[in-house]
């Protein structure tokens, strides 16, 4: 079964940066996509990276200010989080599923979960 391990959220003012990780103890198959959920909201999909071509997806609200990559020499992926704002807040999960884009970047693909970190952006 894949184990995932996030790290790095906190609390960060609004504007600042924020560097998530997500340590997956198998990793050359899947696909690796970050969601966040804020409590009594339904878990989202907000980006995503191939296993393959290590091609990206980002959802519009992320789009510009977050990136996602992956390095596979030490099995993790990252989240770069630029720009935040308030409404960033929230707790971020990283998950192992079956591909990445619009489509697959969903609860219903994703099967392996990381535990989640929170994020705050506050003043």
């Known amino acids: 079964q894949v184990q995932l391990v996030e790290s790095g959220g906190g609390l960060v003012q609004p504007g600042g940066s924020l560097r998530l990780s997500c340590a997956v103890s198998?990793?050359?198959?899947?696909?690796i996509g970050w969601f966040r959920q804020v409590p009594g909201k339904t878990r989202e999909g907000i980006s995503c990276i191939s296993s393959s071509d290590a091609s990206t997806y980002y959802v519009d609200s992320v789009k510009g200010r977050f990136t996602i990559s992956r390095d596979n020499a030490k099995n993790t992926v990252y989240l770069q989080m630029n720009s935040l704002k308030p409404e960033d807040s929230a707790y971020y999960y990283c998950?192992?599923?079956?591909?990445?884009?619009?489509?697959?970047?969903?609860?219903?693909?994703?099967?392996?979960w990381g535990q989640g970190t929170q994020v705050s952006v506050s003043s």
């Open positions: 998950a192992a599923g079956d591909g990445c884009d619009s489509y697959y970047l969903s609860l219903f693909h994703y099967d392996y």
């Open positions: 198998e990793f050359a198959d899947y696909a």
